[in-house]
T-cell receptor
Framework: AQSVTQLGSHVSVSEGALVLLRCNYS??????LFWYVQYPNQGLQLLLK??????LVKGINGFEAEFKKSETSFHLTKPSAHMSDAAEYFC????????????FGAGTRLFVKA | KAGVTQTPRYLIKTRGQQVTLSCSPI?????VSWYQQTPGQGLQFLFE???????NKGNFPGRFSGRQFSNSRSEMNVSTLELGDSALYLC??????????????FGPGTRLTVL
């Protein structure tokens, strides 16, 4: 069965510092992978997605993620954190065979300190 | 192009009642998925509809049901409400059928509180 693990329910960084949010998945076949961001009292917004093209995926707001099959990881990074990046981030996986049910990780809340 | 809209945004019900939530997808999108978000369980998939047919279903009891209309608008119904049904219910629409790589566009959600 598919599963998604996000390491760290809370991550705190200083403004201008590197943001690294970790995501590992379990799947016998490389799935499609997504990162979403959720601001308070809002729905989810897609940051980026991996669909078996380039392994380094660039998204909106300066975020990017690298798909590493050998590590079954899809970590999200941003070189320099901004106060406006404070939000909850979700990694999600959709299998590319049958079902197509999207499974979300538990989420990581990012705090950005001034 | 207008985004996904959900109504109502907030709802308060009491145990035993039933509730219907509505979702209007982005124009042209034919797939609508529903999710339940709670602090304890996170985001959980409820079901997905495409062209008025339920295509996928999550592990929720039969009290949770849905439907999709010919204009792709979808409704979700929860009968015999329980305290544990208090959650943010999110609707997401996507363009095509069976596209695992499709981007899902989420609405702002309906916050349901069961007293």
């Amino acid at each position: 069965a598919q599963s998604v693990t996000q390491l760290g329910s809370h991550v705190s960084v200083s403004e201008g510092a590197l943001v690294l949010l970790r995501c590992n998945y379990s799947s016998s076949v490389p799935p499609y992978l997504f990162w979403y961001v959720q601001y308070p009292n809002q729905g989810l917004q897609l940051l980026l997605k991996y669909t078996s093209a380039a392994t380094l995926v660039k998204g909106i707001n300066g975020f990017e993620a690298e798909f590493k099959k050998s590590e079954t990881s899809f970590h999200l990074t941003k070189p320099s954190a901004h106060m406006s990046d404070a939000a909850e981030y979700f990694c999600a996986v959709t299998p590319n065979t049958g079902g197509f049910k999207t499974i979300f990780g538990a989420g990581t809340r990012l705090f950005v300190k001034a | 192009k207008a985004g996904v809209t959900q109504t109502p945004r907030y709802l308060i019900k009491t145990r035993g009642q039933q509730v219907t939530l509505s979702c209007s997808p982005i124009s042209g999108h034919r797939s609508v998925s529903w999710y339940q978000q709670t602090p304890g369980q996170g985001l959980q998939f409820l079901f997905e509809y495409f062209s008025e047919t339920q295509r996928n279903k999550g592990n929720f009891p039969g009290r949770f049901s849905g439907r999709q209309f010919s204009n792709s608008r979808s409704e979700m119904n929860v009968s015999t409400l329980e305290l544990g049904d208090s959650a943010l219910y999110l609707c997401a629409s996507s363009l095509t059928s069976g596209g695992a790589a499709d981007t899902q566009y989420f609405g702002p959600g309906t916050r349901l509180t069961v007293l």
